[in-house]
Structure formats: C-alpha cells, structure tokens
C-alpha cells in the first residue's frame, strides 16, 4: 500500500474510532438514571450545538471535530516574484483538520487531557508568500501529510486558595464544571501556547470566527512551537475572580519552523508571562485586558549580520542561518483587549511588537502588528448561532527585516527576491451559518494589500468556503 493510501486509512480510522467513542458517550448518557429528557422544550432552552450530547457528570470526556476550508484567489499583479512568493496566478486549495479529543478526570483536582490530530491539504502557495497567511490550519510544511500525530498529552492540576467556587464550561482543555474562585492551576505535557495566551473571545477560533493568522493571533507574539505549532512545556496560573497571571517555560525548535523540538534547555527554551484583567468598562458588559511578554532562546540568526556577510562576499545571497551555533535572545510584548458593547455586539484589538533584529523563528515574519474588529450574533434576524464579523490588520517588519529581505534574503516564508517596502495590510470578513446541531457552514473575503510587504505585488482578494462539524 502506498504510502498516501496509508495516511488516508489512518485519517478515516481517527474518524471511525471518533465516532465510535462518541455513540458510545451518547448511549451511556442516555441510559444513565436520572438524565433529563431530550425534548422540544429543553432543545429550544438549550440549543445542542454537538451531533453527540456529551455527559457533564462523566468522568471521562470524549469529543471530536472536523474543519475544512476551501480557499483561493484569482490572478493578481506581480511586477516581480521568487522562491518563496504568494503564486500570482489563480489558485484553490482546500485544507482539513480532524481532532479527537479525550479527558480522564482521576480525581475532584486532577485530570489527564489527550489528542489525537490529522492536518491535511494544502493552503495556497503551500503558506508562502504572506506573513499573514490567510489560513489558521494550514501546516507550514506540507510534506508533513495527513498522518495522525499527538497534538496534546497534559496533565492538569487545581489547587483551591478559597472555598468559594463558580462554574466552569467543560470542554476539551478542562474538564471540571466548578472551580475555585482562587486558584493555582499547574499544566505540563505538550500543547499549543495559543492555548492559553492571547486568547481572544472574538478573533482566536479559526473554526467558527476568523482564519487569518495574524487575525487570530498576534502576529509579532513569535510563541515557542513545531511547525504544527505545539511543544512540551510547564505552565503554572493563578486566577482570581477578576484577574489573573499565567507562566509558560517551554520548548523551542532546533531550526526555524522546524519539526523538532530542543530538548537541551541550554540550547534553547522559552519563558511566557501573560497577566489577564477584567474590568467593568461597560455597565453589566465583560471586558478583558491582557499584558503579554515573551522571551525566547534559541540558535537565531541577525539579519545585519547575514547582511555585512552577503555585502563582504562570504555569502552569495544574505542567508540568516548562516552562523555558528550559538544562543540568542529574542523578546517582545502584547496588547490584547476585548469589550461587549451589546448583548450581540462585540468588539476587539491587538498591539504585538518584537525586538526585530533576530530572525522570525517559530510563528510568521511580523515584527510589529495592530488589528482591531468586532463581530455580532445574528439574534436580530431569528439566527442566534449565525455570527458575522470583520477585522482590519496591519503587520510589518523592522529595517534589518526590511533590508535582509531587499537583498534577495530568504525567511522561512518569505522571499520575493527584492522587496519594494509596504505594510502588509488585511481585511477579512466572515459569517458563519448553524445548520443543525454540530454542523455548520460559513463564507470568509480576505483582501491583502502589499502581501509580504512588497508594494510590487497585489492586492490579493481570497474568498474562502468553511465546513465545520462538532461530534
């Protein structure tokens, strides 16, 4: 059997063994004494936005989820293009992400989290070209294919500071339905720092929301990750009722968008400091402000110095990699805020800057980012699981970046072969439609302005088609 048709049979047996586990969930529940009827009254009160129902009372959690996202753009100018540039002509591209998730609760504190993904397709230009790529799930590296990988194995631990408590969503990073109002919360095993940090009610779920990626996340937040953006790591919380401060020590790739992680944390490791307050801005509306600091450690390269090389004649083009192997130090902070202005309408902003002197490393190539949207549920027109939302970025780079970049230099996204500098700006807008139960369908317009910072090049209109199934 070839080597295709092998990764195909792994992704339908993830899906085989999903839905499998989860009729069983929805069996057990239904047969458990007690369980309230499923009928008209209670689905009206209580939408069901999963194809299974999934038991709050259970010990173990088992849920799943498929994403696809059908993308492309039509022929735009380009005065110039390079290795690593976003294809000027037409193009579609589809991409899909299938996740089981799992839980085991072993006591009333403690718990075991585990998934199992398949991250297939291809997004356009296979995800070069742009810093902000206009597709979350796509992987960096496609030749990675569809074969299931552990996307996260953690063990979670809550240790109560008050005797108070308030409700908790149960869901696939946390199973407890009440927790301390004052806590520590302490994480280690291996998921994503977007996880946890820079989250964002509006603009974080590529899912249902947004799909750009300096849309979703900040764009200059350059978190420690693989190239299927996750790694091992011990992140400790403390919350309160209205505020609270999280901290990661991570993992770092050996190489930039690299697949392998550095376990020797003399080489290389990552520390993450979010402090997370909610202030009452509005009169009986949430908010949230969230301080972000990031400084990571890696064998990084400077682009001055790729640049004195390339102009002294030790290397043919500036090549950023080009070093002894060594320690650098790369830093930078954030800006995350989130307000309900309405029962239905919300919006938000992010501010992300980084130092810009080392090479962009593990998320894309933004050295300073600003964005703000908004989005609103469609309770107006009798849809209250339909939301329509839009979002305006701005990403650029420092002048090394700029200049590496201008020489003919090569990130691990972008390289047009010359650069005639601009912002790269993006607006994106979305509408996601709730079929029935867990299935939902939505339509996204992203247009790009200056795509990888080149003047030379666009605009760039992408419309895109999403698919969307909770089991």
């Not at 209205?242 to 003399?266: C, I, T, Y």
Request: aromatic share 10%.
């Amino acid at each position: 059997m070839c080597n295709s048709n092998l990764r195909l049979a792994g992704v339908r047996a993830l899906l085989g063994i999903a839905v499998l586990l989860l009729a069983w969930s929805a069996g057990a529940q239904g047969n458990s004494p007690g369980a309230p009827p499923n009928g008209p009254e209670q689905q009206s009160a209580h939408p069901i936005t999963t194809m299974f129902p999934h038991p709050d009372t259970a010990p173990w959690f088992v849920a799943a989820q498929i994403n696809v996202i059908s993308q492309g753009h039509p022929p735009f100018h380009a005065a110039y293009s390079g290795a690593l540039s976003l294809n000027p002509h037409s193009e579609w591209r589809t991409s899909e992400v299938l996740t089981l998730y799992m839980g085991l609760q072993l006591k009333s504190r403690t718990e075991i989290l585990l998934d199992i993904e398949s991250a297939g397709g291809r997004g356009i230009s296979d995800a070069l070209g742009l810093a902000g790529f206009t597709n979350l799930d796509v992987v960096r590296n496609p030749e990675l294919g569809r074969t299931p990988y552990l996307a996260r194995a953690m063990f979670h631990y809550v240790l109560p500071l008050s005797g108070d408590t308030i409700e908790a969503e149960r869901g696939p990073f946390s199973l407890f339905t009440r927790l301390p109002a004052r806590r520590l919360e302490l994480r280690a095993g291996k998921f994503s720092m977007a996880d946890s940090f820079d989250m964002n009610a509006v603009g974080s779920d590529s899912h249902l929301q947004f799909i750009n990626w300096t849309v979703d996340n900040n764009g200059a937040y350059d978190y420690a990750a693989d190239t299927r953006g996750y790694t091992f790591a011990v992140r400790l919380d403390y919350e309160d009722r209205n505020w609270g401060v999280r901290f990661a020590e991570s993992l770092m790739p050996k190489v930039a968008n690299g697949s392998h992680l550095q376990w020797d944390l003399r080489r290389a490791h990552a520390e993450n400091v979010e402090l997370d307050l909610s202030p009452r801005l509005l009169p009986h509306r949430l908010s949230a402000v969230r301080l972000l600091a990031f400084v990571n450690h890696a064998n990084m390269g400077e682009y001055d110095q790729a640049i004195a090389n390339f102009l002294e004649h030790r290397t043919a083009i500036p090549e950023v990699s080009a070093h002894p192997p060594h320690v650098a130090v790369k830093y930078g902070f954030g800006l995350n805020l989130e307000q309900a202005v309405s029962a239905n309408a919300r919006v938000f902003a992010r501010w992300g800057w980084n130092e810009g002197q080392h090479e962009s490393y593990a998320y894309t190539e933004v050295d300073q980012t600003w964005e703000f949207g908004a989005d609103y549920r469609g309770a107006l027109w009798r849809r209250n699981l339909d939301r329509v939302g839009a979002a305006f970025v701005s990403n650029g780079i420092a002048r090394p970046h700029q200049q590496y970049l201008a020489l003919g230099g090569h990130g691990f996204l972008l390289g047009d072969g010359a650069l005639d500098y601009g912002r790269e700006t993006i607006e994106e807008a979305y509408y996601t439609v709730h079929l029935w139960r867990g299935l939902y369908t939505g339509f996204d317009l992203q247009h790009i302005n200056n795509p990888g910072y080149n003047r030379a090049r666009g605009p760039v209109l992408v419309p895109a088609i999403r698919i969307h199934l909770e089991l």
